[in-house]
T-cell receptor
Framework: EAGVAQSPRYKIIEKRQSVAFWCNPISGHATLYWYQQILGQGPKLLIQFQNNGVVDDSQLPKDRFSAERLKGVDSTLKIQPAKLEDSAVYLC?????????????FGPGTRLTVL | AQSVAQPEDQVNVAEGNPLTVKCTYSVSGNPYLFWYVQYPNRGLQFLLKYITGDNLVKGSYGFEAEFNKSQTSFHLKKPSALVSDSALYFCAVRDYGNKLVFGAGTILRVKS
């Protein structure tokens, strides 16, 4: 079974530029998550999708971050404009909805450096 | 809100010795607890979870975790550490809406 795919793996941009990350979850997983992991910290949830609807985006800085999940499969996370403090690893995860206690499966992440 | 705490930034152990990585939790209701491991430049890999039942949970790569309700702890253990176990370990708790709340992580260093 293929895992969660993310691209790009690394990205370096200047502050105030825009950037987009892509995620392809495990086939059949209805729930998709984007996390931000700042160096030295645990992952923090940014947004959660159920199929193509947003379940929770309470931690998403909506003035600069946006995310979508068209057709309930792939998802993109965008930052516009980027700030220095956005430097982090952005992790995508997906989860089957068969049981409420199912674990999440994570992709390799995208490491963003904002200069 | 649900939360977990990992009191140790780093744990050092000699290869072949038992290891313990600590986690305590604070929840309202029943706790659903997870351990993940992260190797450099990799995503998080699931190790094990506690939902209900036996307090000793067995997981991947020889790891196990002991759930202790009275001490609100969920410590990760392994009887004999390997150098290849060196990584960053995260404890997490399920929050409302099937979200995960993670601890800050513990670096495990196993020396030969």
């Amino acid at each position: 079974e293929a895992g969660v795919a993310q691209s790009p793996r690394y990205k370096i941009i200047e502050k105030r530029q825009s950037v987009a990350f892509w995620c392809n979850p495990i086939s059949g997983h209805a729930t998709l998550y984007w996390y931000q992991q700042i160096l030295g910290q645990g992952p923090k949830l940014l947004i959660q999708f159920q199929n193509n609807g947003v379940v929770d985006d309470s931690q998403l800085p909506k003035d600069r971050f946006s995310a979508e999940r068209l057709k309930g499969v792939d998802s993109t996370l965008k930052i516009q404009p980027a700030k220095l403090e956005d430097s982090a690893v952005y992790l995508c995860a997906s989860r089957p909805d068969l049981r409420y206690y199912n674990e999440q499966f994570f992709g390799p992440g995208t490491r963003l450096t904002v200069l | 809100a649900q939360s977990v705490a990992q009191p140790e930034d780093q744990v050092n152990v000699a290869e072949g010795n038992p290891l313990t990585v600590k986690c305590t939790y604070s929840v309202s209701g029943n706790p659903y607890l997870f351990w993940y491991v992260q190797y450099p430049n990799r995503g998080l890999q699931f190790l094990l979870k506690y939902i209900t039942g036996d307090n000793l949970v067995k997981g991947s790569y020889g790891f196990e975790a002991e759930f202790n309700k009275s001490q609100t702890s969920f410590h990760l253990k392994k009887p004999s550490a390997l150098v290849s176990d060196s990584a960053l370990y995260f404890c997490a708790v399920r929050d409302y809406g099937n979200k995960l709340v993670f601890g800050a992580g513990t670096i495990l260093r196993v020396k030969s």
